[in-house]
């Protein structure tokens, strides 16, 4: 293997799709913190780099222990398989999750040497939660909890953390704010269950999707979305923040392209374009959401 290919299959592991779940949570607490005259460059950059290592680990956790409980197969659809497809060894995958995990520790102690211990212990928390995702006797991936827990953490959670830093104070605007950011963020994750969902029931696992069912499930993913966009127009009209923020509407046909991707077909290489759809409107709506806090 060349060191081109190297590179690719490093990059794949990381699962570039998924990193919107980290970049648009960070990116909304800087903006609502800027927008009330926080900034504070170094916190940020570091907060984006570290968030984005923890969802980075987060996938080669998954899938070093997706392969050890034999999900994984050549037959798999996704970015995901660099061990079965490409032959990396399972001891690398999980040797890279806990480098990139600690480098995110180590980032973490200089943002919470500016801040607050208190922000380090939490990450810490995070950390934990993301390699007891797949790990442990009960992963939360083989629960109905997996989107609830990830859009927690990765949407409030964040979102709250990065404003604290920037501003040294809690916000009831950010929490509020940072609602339809976790939708989003657990509706990607949902959509990953739906298109794996034929595998994810062979393999036992008992996640969300599979309990609501294919169509069930597609419902909810459609109303979750729906859900984002209605909080934002809440949250405008109440004054909370500005009509700007309305901006996020253009978002829309992406949430519209997934629901119906899922609503009409079921093979998983059919359910990839819905997939990414959906990983691209949390990108498009947070890129629209920050743009309308700063202008606001």
Known sequence: ?????????????????????????????????????????????????????????????????????????????????????????????????????????????????????????????????????????????????????????????????VYFVMAGVLSPVALAVSVPIGLLIGSILMANNLRDLDQDIKGGRRTLAIRLGRRGASRVLAGVFAAAYVIVAVLAAMGSVSAWALLVVAAVPLGVKAAQGFFRFGKPVELVPAFKATSMQLLAFGALLVTGLLLG
């Open 1 to 161: 293997m060349t060191f081109a290919d190297r590179l690719r299959v490093l990059w794949r592991l990381t699962r570039p799709f998924t990193l919107t779940a980290s970049l648009v949570p960070v990116a909304t607490g800087v903006a609502l913190a800027a927008a009330g005259g926080a900034w504070r460059p170094g916190p940020a950059v570091a907060f984006m780099l570290a968030a984005m290592l923890i969802q980075a680990a987060t996938n080669m956790f998954n899938e070093y222990f997706d392969y050890r409980r034999g999900l994984d197969t050549h037959e798999m659809v996704g970015i995901a398989g660099a061990i079965v497809r490409d032959g990396v060894s399972p001891r690398t995958v999980l040797a890279l999750g806990w480098i990139f995990a600690g480098t995110a520790i180590a980032l973490g102690l200089y943002i919470s040497a500016s801040s607050s211990w208190w922000v380090f212990a939490t990450g810490l928390a995070c950390i934990g939660v993301a390699y007891l995702y797949s790990a442990g006797p009960v992963p939360l991936a083989y629960t109905p909890f997996g989107e609830l827990v990830a859009g927690t953490m990765m949407g409030p959670v964040i979102v709250l953390l």
